[in-house]
């Protein structure tokens, strides 16, 4: 029983031994190092694309959470903008000025 237990222990560790090994050559090639780069050009792109994502989802969390101009709408209306915080009448302005141009 012993010696078949070492004996599957060392098969295996020579198979592990040995994909790793290949694994380690693979990437070393220009190809393995070409994939390498283009996961890492995939990867930061990814991350850009979240971290805008975030940027706009928190920006809307504070607009609500600041009360900036907000857009009311009642069914078959044009959007009015409501007069709340501090943008308010510059907000209003520049809503007048666009239902003046159409």
């Given amino acids: 029983m012993s010696r078949t237990l070492w004996f599957v222990a060392g098969a295996g560790a ?5 994909i790793r090994g290949r694994r380690a050559a693979e990437a070393f090639t ?12 995939h990867g930061a792109r990814v991350f850009t694309t979240e ?4 940027k706009a989802e928190a920006e809307i969390r504070l607009r609500e959470r600041f009360a900036g101009p907000q857009i009311s709408s009642p069914a078959g209306t044009t959007p009015q903008l ?18 003046g141009k159409q």
């Fill in 82 to 99: 409501e007069a709340t915080g501090p943008d308010a009448t510059r907000a209003l302005e520049i809503q007048s000025r666009k239902e």
């Fill in 30 to 41: 220009a190809g393995g190092l070409r994939d390498r780069w283009q996961a890492l050009g």
């Fill in 51 to 54: 971290v805008a994502s975030g």
């Fill in 14 to 18: 020579g198979v592990y031994a040995m």
